[in-house]
């Protein structure tokens, strides 16, 4: 190509223009805001990368097509055309500024704020230059911080109208604080709600309703809480209440759903008015037209309002209750049966109330004039009123009490009783207030109770406190003349049996009579007192010595002899008598009272039904019957009980076929004891049902374990129950879980009762009766020495009838032994029973029983009370063929007893 021709471009110069636009084109991608190029005819032409994000759409094409405009909030569409058209039309370089929403790919809404630079005509742009960022967080935060400035200023207002509201201006206020709280919130309802103090029901008190929402106030009224369980639960929480969704709540709301769906309401917000921690009321919104999220702002407000409106309704209440109690003040004063007096401090009357009157017969007027006042006043008392005025006078804030006669307007005397309270430093009262009554009647009666309070109420005999006075004085008369007395303490044999069996209207009837008789078996000058429950107390003075200390007891105990009818029952109640006598170690009331006592004790310990003299060892026996109570506490807890069984053995081929468990206690200090140590004790302290649980418990348990070693499985068990266990209940199903425990069959467990406890009434006939039913047996022991009647062997459905030891000892060589041996074992062969023969003990008895028919017996004759394991020796001696008793006990190889 020639030198006069066309020159080639300049490479260099283009590169350079290619890498500016390549770097330009870099900081539009890599700037935040978003980049557009539009021609005046509306078309684009570039769109940066981040301009489908920033100003809606999801690409280029949408926007060229009119997407761009489509895309922004109606709301704003017309200012953003308006800003566009105004920046077309304005010169090159000039700038706008415009701040809107827009639509977004997922079909949200954000902020965006759109800068426009006119650069029409400008060469290489001929464009509108648009840079658009988003600026959501910045929007939303400038409108959180209005819509909370705007939140602060209602609440404002809504406390200022709430500081001074009067409780008969409060339901005007609690409108206007609705009305403002729904404007607020822009909703459609506001209301409240007042629960019920039980929260059992719930009505709407108070509704504001935008224009074109119906009121709802007066079909909500008297909700129950209970046709509402998930609202019930919400009751009383401090968090809000939240629907957004009416149609979306759970199915466990589907109550709470229908009724808010009867109201049209969409969204729901709500929360708990409190009063002193107490919720009485609900404060909430509702969104009617469309659903609606509601705001911090919102709930804000509804929280504080809610706390703002409980502080008035508490504060109205206590206005309310102010104005009450100063009316049931005045009413009280009016209509009360006691003198209000108020007098100043020369002590002239400024108010009196009309109870003055009534109990003075004295006007008001009258009863102002001083000289009345003091004429009216009994002479011997004036110069104490006096000083009790001036007393009172010259303590403030204190109250002088006094008692004084009168005479009324009429001439009796009366006597009144007079509080004065110094209140003049008081600037609400400035005045001393004395308070009259008339007590001429509580003074007549205070003398006759004053004699009751001596004298037991139910017998009429002293009481211990007029006891105690009598005995002090009759030791201040045997000090000065040298004279003896002797004091007696009694109680009634079993006497807590006859209550738990009959009831207590029966045992007071038989407290009554036994203080009958007690009256008619002493000495015309001797004293009968009742100290309480069933123990009396004799005070004879004077006595000649101890032989007619006994004559008197004597004669008691044979008052006591004969039965006691009650009603259409017959009771026998024999009593133990303690007695004391006075002597030079006995000077003084607690002594005597004390050492009676334990004489009593003694006599009980004794067999019941007699009398003890007090002697010193009596005192060493009281200390060892509480080392008993004390040890007995511990002996179950510690495993100190054991149990031995004595093999009750099949007479004609020697064979065992059960035994009795017999109980024994490893004392920690005293070794093996028998229940003739303990038993007492346990009966009377109510241990005995702990005990006798437990060795139901281990009887099965050792059962048990012998069927588990193979053992035959014909064997039974026999186990005592007192009379108290079946009283107080509780046997049958001690039984039954013993059982249970054990696996044990409950016709191999029986249970032996003495005949005393046939008589302890319907409870213990009823708990024998569950025994039974269950399947255990039942042994009547002791037989033949108690008073039971033939009818309870058939009511009861005894199985066994065990022979008393006392009958065995003559068996075969005292005719009259012989006789009734003979008649129970036919009673029990006639009522299908089974007869054994207690306490054998030797060979010519266990013949003299096969002769008349017994086939079982028991005692040492055939084996003595062995342990466990020794027992278990015999049963698998047995089990091997071995014999097991031979004349005189034990076969050879014997197993040692355990005693």
Known sequence: MSADGPQPPDDGASR?????????????????????????????????????????????????????????????????????????????????????????????????????????????????????????????????????????????????????????????????????????????????????????????????????????????????????????????????????????????????????????????????????????????????????????????????????????????????????????????????????????????????????????????????????????????????????RADALARPGETVHCTYRARHRDGHWIDIEEAMTNLLDDPAVRGVVANMRDVTAVRRHEAELMAQARRDPLTDLPNRRLFDELVDAALARIRRTGAQLALMYLDLDRFKLVNDSFGHHVGDALIVEAADRLRAAVRGGDVVARLSGDEFAVLCEPVDGETEALSIAGRILEAFREPFTIGHSTIYSTASVGIVLSDDGHDERAGLLRDADAAMYSAKSAGRNRSAVFSGTLVAIARERLEVEVGLRSAVPENQLQLLYQPIVHLPTGRITGAEALLRWHHPERGLLTPAAFLDVAEETGMIVPIGQWVLGEACRQLAAWDAAGHPADVDLHVNVSVRQLVEGGIASAAREALSASGVAAERLCIEITESALLAGDDATSELGAVHECGVRLALDDFGTGHSSLSYLRQLEVDVLKIDRSFIDGVGTDEHDTAIVSAIVRLAETLGLTAVGEGVEDEAQAQALRDLGCDQAQGFWCAPPLDAASYETLLRRQADGEPVVACGGLAPGQVPAVR
Request: aromatic share 6%; hydrophobic share 45%.
């Open 16 to 388: 350079r223009l290619a890498a500016s636009e390549q770097r330009f084109r870099s900081l539009v991608h890599a700037s935040a805001d978003a980049v557009l190029l539009i021609h005046p005819d509306g078309d684009v032409e570039y769109l940066s990368p981040l301009a489908h994000l920033v100003m809606g759409g999801d690409g280029a094409a949408p926007m060229r097509d009119g997407g761009l405009v489509r895309n922004i909030h109606p709301d704003d569409r017309h200012a953003v055309i308006t800003t566009f058209r105004e920046a077309f039309a304005a010169g090159p370089g000039k700038r706008f500024t415009n701040t809107h929403r827009i639509k977004t790919a997922d079909g949200g809404w954000i902020w965006v704020e759109v800068r426009l630079v006119n650069r029409v005509g400008v060469e290489g742009i001929d464009a509108l230059v648009v840079s658009a960022r988003d600026v959501t967080a910045r929007e939303l935060a400038v409108r959180r911080l209005r819509r909370r400035l705007h939140a602060e200023d209602v609440m404002a207002r809504i406390a200022a109208r709430f500081v001074d509201v009067l409780a008969d201006e409060l339901d005007d206020a609690l409108d206007e604080m609705l009305a403002e709280l729904g404007a607020f919130a822009r909703v459609d309802r506001a209301w409240i709600f007042e629960v019920s103090t039980d929260r059992a029901l719930v009505s709407n008190t108070h509704e504001w309703c935008a224009p074109g929402i119906a009121s709802e106030i007066d079909a909500l009224s008297g909700l129950p809480v209970a046709e509402l369980p998930a609202f019930g639960g919400w009751l009383g929480a401090h968090d809000p209440f939240l629907i957004g969704s009416v149609d979306e709540m759970p199915d466990e709301w589907a109550a709470e759903r229908e009724i808010l769906a009867d109201q049209g309401i969409r969204s729901i917000a709500g929360v708990g008015i409190f009063v002193a921690g107490e919720l009485i009321g609900m404060m909430g919104l509702d969104a009617v037209t469309e659903e609606r999220r509601f705001t911090d702002s919102d709930l804000w407000v509804l929280r504080s309002t809610a706390d703002v409106c409980g502080a008035a309704l508490r504060r109205c209440a206590a206005e309310r209750e102010l104005a009450a109690s100063e009316e049931r003040f005045r009413a009280m004063i009016h209509n009360a049966t006691d003198g209000v007096r108020l007098v100043d401090r020369d002590l002239r009357t400024v108010f009196a109330s009309p109870a003055v009157t009534t109990i003075t017969g004295y006007s008001i007027e009258e009863i102002s004039d001083p000289g009345v006042r003091t004429a009216f006043v009994h002479p011997d008392d004036r110069a104490m009123l006096e000083r009790s």
